[in-house]
């Protein structure tokens, strides 16, 4: 007579102390209660508030901003929702939210600086320093640059437009308020022309910190008053233009002999540069 054979023995499962029972219960429901709440009324958003934003596109972008917030709760923003909602609108920078629990949620709208007009046929588009048009911008009193052809597309492409823009990013605010409109020589050389003031001669569109620092020296030396230009290609050596020659200030055959425009005084270097 043969034996059956030995069913192999199988372990019995563990059971779960009846305390991480109840713990694993309370996670699953803070977890499921917790999206619910999320996108539930009581935490929907009822109190929208947009500060930043000018411009003839303002009171539409806020618009815009509150309809889209009014989708949501302060415990789910979606943030992709709001950037959709400016991306039409080249001003728009950036987008940055806060919540006021329960209900309450602030939008602050971060614009492009515009730092100069491109103007073509008589048409001007703002433009940011990175060469970003920013149609809808205020077009407020701004240096002009001008373009052969209307611009296309979300940016500045011709490269001599680019230099000058550029060159006015990098200028400081008070010096760039002053000034009028950029243009360039034959040879591609920079020159921008100041209200109240001389013309400021770039040259090729490098260095621009140590040539801003430069202007603002010698405009503020007495010595440069009157000039017409400030020749600004090295500015480790800026040179007013266009001054009188002190020695033909009595001797008016030589004054109308001499050729203003040939005429440059040396103005100390500014700070910070080499000599």
Do not use: C
Not at 1 to 30: C, T
Not at 44 to 71: F, I, Y
Not at 127 to 139: F, H, I, Q, T, Y
Not at 205 to 232: F, H, I
């Amino acid at each position: 007579m043969h034996r059956a054979a030995a069913l192999p023995r199988v372990r019995a499962v563990p059971r779960l102390p009846r305390a991480a029972v109840w713990i694993v219960a309370a996670i699953v429901l803070l977890v499921v209660g917790g999206l619910w709440l999320r996108d539930s009324s009581l935490v929907k958003v009822d109190r929208v508030t947009v500060t930043g934003l000018t411009g003839p596109d303002a009171a539409r972008v806020t618009n815009l901003l509150q309809a889209a917030a009014g989708d949501m709760t302060t415990l789910h923003v979606r943030q992709d929702q709001l950037d959709a909602v400016v991306a039409p609108y080249p001003v728009v920078k950036a987008v940055r939210v806060q919540t006021d629990f329960p209900h309450g949620m602030r939008i602050t709208v971060v614009e492009n600086t515009p730092v100069a007009v491109v103007m073509a046929d008589g048409e001007k588009t703002p433009v940011s320093g990175d060469g970003k048009l920013l149609r809808g911008a205020e077009p407020r009193a701004l240096p002009i640059v001008p373009l052969k052809v209307p611009p296309t597309g979300e940016r500045v492409i011709d490269p001599t437009a680019m230099r000058a823009v550029a060159a006015l990013a990098a200028a400081p605010i008070a010096l760039r308020d002053r000034v009028l409109h950029a243009s360039t020589t034959p040879a591609g050389g920079l020159t921008l022309a100041l209200r109240d003031g001389p013309e400021l001669r770039f040259g090729a569109a490098d260095r621009l910190a140590a040539k801003w620092a430069a202007a603002a020296a010698v405009l503020a030396d007495t010595g440069s008053a009157g000039a017409s230009y400030l020749d600004l290609r090295y500015p480790e050596r800026p040179a007013a233009g266009g001054l009188e020659d002190p020695a033909t200030q009595h001797d008016p055959q030589a004054v109308n002999a001499a050729d203003p425009a040939a005429t440059t005084t040396p103005v100390a270097p500014a700070p910070g540069t080499a000599p």
